[in-house]
C-alpha cells in the first residue's frame, strides 16, 4: 500500500500528458484550418471576432502585454508614493491621436471595437490625472475603472486572424466612424 500514491501520481502525470496531447493537436489542427475559419464557425468562445491580419494580430497582443507591463508599473509606482512614475506609465496606455488611428485601424473590420478602446484610453488618463493632483486613492480608482475597461474589452471580443482578401472585404463593407484610417 505503501506504493499506493505513487501509482496515483503516475496515473495522474498519464493522465495529464493524454491531455496535453489531446489540446497540441487541437490546437495543430485550429492553425491549419484558420484561413479558411469562418465568422459563423461553431466556436466555444462565445466572444465577438476581432477579425485582423496575421501581422496586425500579432501586432496587438504585443500591445496587450505592454499595456499589462504599464499597469504593473503604475502599480509599482503607487507602492512607493512615486506620483510621477504613476503618471509616466500610466502615459503609455493613455489617449494620444497615435493611439487612436491605430485602435481605429484595428476595429476597422470589427464594429464597436473601436468604441471600446478609446474608452479604455481616455479612462488610463484619469490615472495620470490623479497622480498629477498627488490623490492616492483617486489613482486606485482610477486604476480600478481602467482595469474594468480592460477585462470588459476582453469578456466582448477575441481575436480571429483573417486573410487579405476577407480583411479587404470587410473592411470595405463596414462603414467607418471615428478618426480617420491609416493611408
Ligand atoms: C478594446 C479592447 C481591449 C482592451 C481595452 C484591452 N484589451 Fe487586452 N486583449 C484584447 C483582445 C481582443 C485580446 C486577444 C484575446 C483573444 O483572442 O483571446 C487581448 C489580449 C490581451 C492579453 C494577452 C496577450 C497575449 O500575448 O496573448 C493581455 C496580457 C492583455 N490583453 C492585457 C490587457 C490589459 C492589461 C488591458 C488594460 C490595461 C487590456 N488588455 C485592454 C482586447 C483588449
Known sequence: MIRAPHAI??????????LTLAYGVRAQRAVADAPSLRSDAPT?????????????????????RDHLLAVQQIV????????AGIAKAAGRIGYSD???????HMGAATPGFMEMALNFHRTADTIADAARNHDRSGVLTAINQTL????????????????????????????????????
Request: proline share 7%; charged share 20%; net charge negative.
Open 44 to 64: 466555444v468562445d462565445q466572444r465577438r471576432p476581432v477579425r485582423l491580419l496575421p501581422m496586425m494580430a500579432a501586432h496587438q497582443k504585443e500591445n496587450m
Open 9 to 18: 501520481f503516475t496515473l495522474a502525470g498519464v493522465g495529464l500528458l493524454a
Open 148 to 183: 474594468q475597461a480592460c477585462t470588459g474589452c476582453h469578456a466582448a471580443f477575441r481575436q480571429e486572424v483573417v486573410d487579405e482578401a476577407t480583411w479587404k472585404q470587410m473592411t470595405s463593407t463596414v462603414p467607418s466612424s471615428g478618426p480617420p484610417r491609416e493611408p
Open 76 to 83: 509599482a509606482a503607487l507602492a512607493a508614493d512615486d506620483f
Open 98 to 104: 497615435a493611439m487612436a488611428q491605430m485602435c481605429t
